[in-house]
């Protein structure tokens, strides 16, 4: 079935690409700066690299989007790391043979062309303990993106190995479709037991017992047992982007894990692009982390902006602290980006609910009011 899906791309295989690479592209560009030895990325399910409709995959998308971006490449020459791998053994044969196609043609396009960067394609099976090794081995950032067909390779313990590594985060592919009907299934219990744990799968399967559970809140059940376990009860992020059928059914999503605020700040503003666009076979959404909220639905943010305002309020009243803290504390629980913030803080503002100060800038001015130095430099008080 593999194979069959390289036959065309699909609109939610362009966004599903556009997430990784537009993100891989912002983390490289931080990584960068903070550190001085190799920069993994790191793509275990990659496949060919091209759709038999000639339209390029992620692996190459990837390469050149990266060997286009002269500023960046400056920055991280001869410390980028690719490392590709597939267990299909043509999709390996296929991708060593498009990459040197490729090469060729970006050689003619850059003058004096060294390779920036060393690119490593192999041919594991997955789960393997092999590979799970070589990763712990690694010394220095990872950006792993794991995309298989269907839900076998992926596992806590590998995410858990990856987004532990110093600066490391990991996107991959969540077959809820699959998976949920998998949840009471003991014939696969080995292997949906290595994304929710043994322990939660138990609890997850007492949560379905209710026979009469609606198809959204039977979602939103197996959604939070899944992100409670993946985020270490809250104490990293899990971001979800969810696509949807045409009839409104989920599909799959796919999850992005890191530690550090910045990313998931980065990450939302980017899902946040992709989401709710109408396209020919399904559209994207963005939903909340948590159900157990009751101010989190599918609702538009508009409909949800008063509910929030007065849960921050009667949270914060009478505490001060900086917006970034602010935001990473929500983000644990909501889909909503910066901007959106912006505007709850504005509103509170002008309630007399909340002031905003700011530290002078190095120079003695004062800094403007946006929402970028509100991330930065912020400082929220909640009045009494």
């Known amino acids: 079935m593999d194979n069959e899906f390289y036959n065309k791309q699909t609109d939610l295989s362009k966004i599903k690409i556009k997430l990784v690479t537009d993100y891989f592209l912002a983390w490289l560009n931080i990584i960068s700066y903070h550190w001085n030895g190799k920069i993994f990325y790191i793509d275990l399910f990659c496949g060919p690299g091209c759709y038999e409709d000639g339209n390029i995959s992620t692996p190459l998308i990837i390469l050149e989007k990266t060997l286009r971006n002269q500023n960046l490449l400056d920055k991280v020459k001869n410390k980028l790391v690719f490392w590709f791998n597939d267990k299909n053994k043509d999709f390996v044969e296929k991708l060593y043979k498009n990459i040197e196609e490729k090469y060729e043609n970006i050689q003619k396009e850059f003058k004096n062309f060294n390779s920036p960067f060393q690119i490593y394609i192999t041919n594991y099976e997955m789960p393997n303990k092999e590979i799970e090794d ?32 110093k600066m490391s985060e990991c996107i991959f592919f969540f077959n809820y479709n699959r998976i949920q009907a998998a949840i009471f299934n003991n014939k696969v219990v080995e292997t949906v037991s290595e994304i929710f744990g043994e322990e939660n799968l138990d609890n997850l399967r007492k949560r379905l017992q209710n026979s009469n559970i609606y198809s959204h809140d039977k979602e939103m059940i197996i959604l939070d047992e899944f992100v409670k376990y993946f985020s270490n009860n809250y104490t990293r992020y899990v971001v979800p982007f969810c696509f949807k059928k045409e009839n409104n059914q989920t599909s799959h999503y796919i999850v992005f894990v890191t530690k550090h605020p910045l990313g998931q700040k980065i990450m939302k503003s980017i899902m946040a692009q992709e989401s709710n666009n109408n396209t020919t076979g399904g559209y994207f959404t963005y939903i909340p982390s948590s159900p157990q909220l009751s101010f989190l639905t599918y609702d538009t943010f508009d409909s949800e902006k008063d509910n929030i305002k007065e849960r921050l309020y009667k949270k914060y009243k009478g505490m001060e602290l900086k917006f970034e803290e602010l935001y990473a504390q929500e983000g644990y629980f909501t889909p ?18 909340v002031r905003v100060t700011y530290p002078p800038t190095k120079t003695g001015k004062e800094r403007k009011h946006s929402y970028e130095n509100l991330y930065r430099y912020g400082i929220v008080r909640f009045e009494e």
């Open 134 to 165: 070589i990763i712990k081995q690694i010394d220095g950032p990872i950006f792993a993106f794991l995309d298989p067909w269907g839900y076998s390779g992926i596992s806590k313990n590998l995410v858990d190995i990856i987004v532990d590594k």
């Open 336 to 353: 909503y980006t910066v901007k959106q913030y912006f505007q709850i803080i504005n509103e509170l503002t002008k309630e007399g609910k």
